[in-house]
């Protein structure tokens, strides 16, 4: 079991900039680790993923606006959202793998360990 902690959420305009992390306490080095959010009164929505070995992925609706990166040594997972949009206004979870994962996946289906969430809110 891996017990994650997010941090960074809060309100700025459209256009502006956030940083969210997330500290992992538990072993992650192999796993895949994510970024998902959820709207209210929409499904979840995977945003971006790193895998064991760095690979990356993201969602169609942020790709060249947000980064993903972890720092393994600090057990830590960021995701640096750039030029944002009232659009991205949702709660942000953190999750991770509980097996060593090499293909990247936003399926939650695929994520055992998640973060109570941060809210990102965007103003027009």
């Known amino acids: 079991q891996v017990h994650l902690m997010e941090s960074g959420g809060g309100s700025v305009q459209a256009g502006g900039s956030l940083r969210l992390s997330c500290v992992a306490y538990?072993?992650?080095?192999?796993?895949?680790m994510a970024w998902f959010r959820q709207a209210p009164e929409k499904e979840r929505e995977g945003v971006a993923v790193i895998t064991g070995n760095g690979f990356t992925k993201y969602a169609d609706s942020v790709k060249d606006r947000f980064i993903i990166s972890k720092d393994t040594a600090a057990s830590t997972l960021s995701l640096q959202m750039n030029s944002l949009k009232p659009d991205d206004t949702a709660t942000y979870f953190c999750a991770t793998t509980n097996y060593p994962c090499g293909l990247e996946t936003l399926d939650a289906r695929n994520f055992a360990n998640w973060g109570q969430g941060t809210q990102v809110t965007v103003s027009s």
């Open positions: 538990g072993k992650t080095e192999r796993s895949c």
